[in-house]
C-alpha cells in the first residue's frame, strides 16, 4: 500500500493513519483518558487502538515489556484459545517511546460445544507503549480473519509507524 492508500484519525490529541478501505468505529464511551477505536477492514480483520491512563498500567507494571507479557499471558489462559504460538518480539521506537511489538498464532476454539474438536488458527500483533506526555498508555493490536492479505505484517507497521500520542 502507498501513503496515499492511508487516511488520518485524529481524536483526543493522538493521530495514526489507517487504510483508506476500512470504516472507523469509535466507542461512544471513549474520552480523552479512557477509550477505543476499530478499524474495520473489508474482510473483517481489524485493528484496535486502546488508551487508558499511565498511572493505572505503572500500579501493575513497572515496564511496558511486563505490560505487553502479561497480555500474552491472558490471551494464553483464555478458555477459547488452545495454543498460542510466538512468531515474533520486537522492541520499537514509536513517537520517541520504547514500544514492545508481538506478533502471535493462535489456535481458537470457536464457539459452542458441539465443534470444539476444531480450532481455527489466528494471527494478531500487538504494540504497546507508555506515553508520559500525554499520561497514557495505548495499545495498538490487531484481530485477524483466518486469512489475512499477505502483507497484512507491512500494513500493521505503516499504521503503526504513523502512530503520534501527544
Not at 48 to 71: I, M, N, P
Not at 86 to 97: C, K
Request: with cysteine; proline share 4%.
Amino acid at each position: 500500500m502507498s501513503s496515499e492508500d492511508f487516511e488520518k484519525f485524529s481524536v483526543y490529541g493522538f493521530s495514526i493513519d489507517y487504510p483508506s478501505t476500512c470504516y472507523v468505529e469509535l466507542s461512544p464511551k471513549s474520552r480523552r483518558e479512557v477509550g477505543d477505536v476499530v478499524f474495520h477492514f473489508p474482510n473483517k480483520d481489524k485493528v484496535y487502538v486502546t488508551w487508558e491512563g499511565l498511572e493505572k498500567a505503572r500500579k501493575k507494571f513497572r515496564t511496558v515489556d511486563e505490560q505487553a507479557e502479561h497480555s500474552i499471558n491472558q490471551v494464553t489462559k483464555s478458555t477459547s484459545v488452545r495454543r498460542v504460538e510466538r512468531l515474533s518480539r520486537d522492541s520499537l521506537t514509536i513517537n520517541s517511546h520504547k514500544a514492545v511489538y508481538n506478533r502471535l498464532k493462535l489456535d481458537e476454539i470457536p464457539a459452542g460445544f458441539l465443534l470444539r474438536t476444531k480450532s481455527t488458527t489466528h494471527e494478531t500483533h500487538s504494540v504497546h507503549l507508555h506515553c508520559e506526555n500525554s499520561s497514557r498508555f495505548f495499545v495498538i493490536y490487531s484481530l485477524l480473519s483466518s486469512n489475512p492479505p499477505e502483507n497484512f505484517q507491512s500494513i500493521m507497521m505503516s499504521i503503526v509507524n504513523s502512530f503520534r500520542c501527544h
